[in-house]
């Protein structure tokens, strides 16, 4: 079993639609959980840290954990092209364990 | 600019040749870590510092790989006798003390091996 998985994808929605990713990780004693943006040719760059079950909301972005289930996910509301990228899923030890990544595709 | 520093974005080195690859972590950070992008593959991690000292590499092949945190000056990646499969993006990220500390990542260097 992968460390971290990610729901596959790639997704396509339509421009304002919600774009829903969801990851999902074996080590139970994960305290940390990171979402990065990965634009082509580009670095990761962190857009959502979450430590607590729940929800956390930054602006279009909401992330969920439920460490029961052992999993967390990633809504982008009112998705704009210029969220089309490759969405990693991380979960920290101290070292970040990455998912392989869901690419999403914004349809204007 | 306060961000992980990373040179240079590009590397190109023949078969045999070494490859350093350089990165001074974000003001305030003292952890460091590298990580090894394939192409159309994910992130792995392989290597964590601090200075002077290599906490973690379990994820560094053991041979012809080695990285440092010296007490002045960036981290190095250091590759020797560079093979075709050592082409990669290669990422640095650092982050503060303490547990659970989102790490920040450079822009990487892209090393390509003829």
């Known amino acids: 079993q992968k460390e971290v998985e990610q729901n596959s994808g790639p997704l396509s929605v339509p421009e304002g639609a919600i774009a829903s990713l969801n990851c999902t990780y074996s080590?139970?004693?994960?305290?940390?959980f990171f979402w990065y943006r990965q634009y082509s040719g580009k670095s990761p760059e962190l857009i959502m840290s979450?430590?607590?079950?729940g929800d956390k909301e930054d602006g279009r972005f909401t992330a969920q954990l439920n460490k029961a289930s052992q999993y967390v996910s990633l809504l982008i509301r009112d998705s704009q092209p210029s969220d089309s990228a490759t969405y990693l899923c991380?979960?920290?030890?101290?070292?970040?364990?990455f998912g392989a990544g869901t690419t999403v595709t914004v349809r204007a | 600019n306060a961000g992980v520093m990373q040179n240079p974005r590009h590397l190109v080195r023949r078969r045999g040749q070494e490859a350093r690859l350089r990165c001074s972590p974000m003001?305030?950070?003292?952890?460091v870590y590298w990580y090894r992008q394939l192409p159309e593959e994910g992130l792995k991690f392989m290597v964590y510092?601090?200075?002077?000292?290599?906490?973690?590499e379990s994820g560094m092949p053991k041979e012809r790989f080695s990285a440092e945190f010296p007490k002045e000056g960036p981290s190095i990646l250091r590759i020797q006798q560079v093979v075709r499969g050592d082409s990669a993006a290669y990422f640095c990220?650092?982050?503060?003390?303490?547990?659970?500390?989102?790490?920040?990542f450079g822009d990487g260097t892209r090393l390509s091996i003829l």
């Open positions: 080590d139970r004693g994960s305290q940390s």
């Open positions: 990220a650092s982050s503060p003390a303490g547990e659970d500390q989102p790490q920040h």
């Open positions: 991380a979960v920290c030890g101290y070292k970040l364990s």
């Open positions: 003001k305030g950070h003292s952890h």
């Open positions: 979450i430590y607590s079950n």
């Open positions: 510092l601090q200075k002077e000292n290599i906490i973690d």
